[in-house]
């Protein structure tokens, strides 16, 4: 009996889905206004992260810049100012370091305010086949692509739980071994956390995971499928 009404459930849900899916075919969903937001990106000297910071500036949001690269930052904090926008903060951070991540969020904190929608965009990529790759650089993978998002997380995330406002974007990846292993656990990450905010209640808190292919970046130098 329980097996044959959770049966009924699921292709329940199915069908309010295929319906809500057809509804937003001719109705378009609402875009998130992100005016007045305050955006940090980590990675926003170059490539995806650059693309979001110019995106959110154009949209009249206060943007945050990470990146260990300063030549970077420089770059694209001018090309957001560019956009006529002068609310542009940047800050050298190695996200890797779970310290300097605690250290540099309380500067943004105290200089800028709460961060409202946080954007784990930095990573880093062997370029190489498992056997190949050396053991210093899959750990940096790790440290880079997984644990710095649980220190941004517990740096930003109780602000946007005091205030029931916020969201979490998660910058994945759709491939590459132990890269692909390291943005698979941000993903778990992302998801139990989107959980935990569902059963406290916090549901002004969301969650986005986004999984692109290959970046022609210069970081994927060496990758193939």
């Avoid at 305050?38 to 949001?61: N, P």
């Avoid at 560019?82 to 250290?103: F, M, N, P, W």
């Avoid at 190949?132 to 602000?159: G, I, Q, R």
């Amino acid at each position: 009996m329980n097996c044959f009404l959770e049966t009924l459930k699921v292709l329940g849900l199915l069908v309010c889905y295929l319906l809500e899916t057809l509804v937003f075919l001719v109705v378009p969903r609402r875009k998130k206004n992100v005016s007045g937001e305050i955006v940090l990106i980590t990675g926003a000297g170059s490539g995806i992260g650059r693309l979001l910071s110019l995106k959110f500036a154009s949209l009249g949001a206060t943007v945050v810049l990470w990146d260990v690269n300063q030549e970077g930052l420089k770059e694209t904090s001018r090309l957001a100012r560019e956009l006529g926008t002068a609310r542009v903060h940047s800050y050298i951070c190695d996200c890797s370091k779970r310290q300097e991540v605690y250290r540099v969020a309380d500067q943004v904190k105290k200089e800028v305010g709460d961060v409202s929608i946080l954007v784990n965009n930095a990573g880093i990529v062997t370029g190489k086949m498992f056997m190949d790759a050396p053991d210093s650089l899959m750990e940096k993978n790790m440290e880079v692509n997984t644990m710095a998002h649980f220190w941004t997380y517990k740096a930003f995330l109780p602000a946007m739980m005091a205030s029931n406002h916020g969201h979490l974007v998660s910058i994945a990846s759709s491939g590459g071994v132990a890269y692909c292993a390291s943005k698979f656990a941000a993903v778990g990450f992302a998801e139990s956390v989107d959980l935990e905010m569902k059963d406290l209640g916090r549901t002004g808190v969301k969650t986005t995971i986004v999984c692109p292919y290959l970046i022609n970046t210069g970081m994927f130098d060496g990758s193939r499928t």
